[in-house]
């Protein structure tokens, strides 16, 4: 039996060697919860919570206590809370850490600028220097003074 696409195994898994009576989801068919062509769900679940609820056929409990409601209730508010938290926190390092880099890179561009501009007038001062050098020595050799001979 050959298998084109990598299956995930609802489940834990077995210790024995008979796993043809797990069900299985196909990778391409994707997990409701993490599918990237669905909806995002409103509320956020957990894993183990969305994999069992789309992998059993059978419609979820309608009856449950108000003690696992409350507790249920309570995990997706902290979830929630935890999730916005976060959130917040990345987008608030990101935005101060992107306009530090903006900051930085301007700076470098400047620093650039004023190199290359250095680079440039210390080229042409060499130049005259190498010109001025080259004019004194013909004045200190020339001789101004022609040779008289008695």
Do not use: W
Not at 29 to 58: C, D, M, N, W
Not at 84 to 100: A, G, P, R
């Amino acid at each position: 039996m050959e298998c084109k696409t990598p299956n995930i195994v609802a489940g834990e898994a077995s210790e024995t060697d008979d796993d043809e009576a797990a069900e299985v989801i196909s990778i391409e068919k994707g997990i409701p919860h993490l599918s990237v062509s669905g909806a995002a769900p409103q509320s956020y679940t957990f894993a183990r919570e969305a994999v069992e609820s789309s992998a059993s056929s059978t419609p979820p409990q309608v009856v449950a206590s108000d003690e696992e409601m409350h507790r249920l209730h309570v995990r997706r508010a902290m979830n929630e809370r935890c999730i916005s938290m976060l959130n917040e926190f990345i987008h608030n390092t990101v935005i101060s850490v992107s306009k530090q880099l903006n900051e930085t890179d301007n700076f470098l561009m400047k620093s650039q600028m004023v190199l290359q501009n250095t680079t440039t007038s210390v080229k042409k001062m060499n130049d005259n220097t190498h010109q001025m050098q080259t004019k004194l020595h013909d004045i200190l050799t020339f001789n101004f003074v022609p040779n008289i001979n008695i």
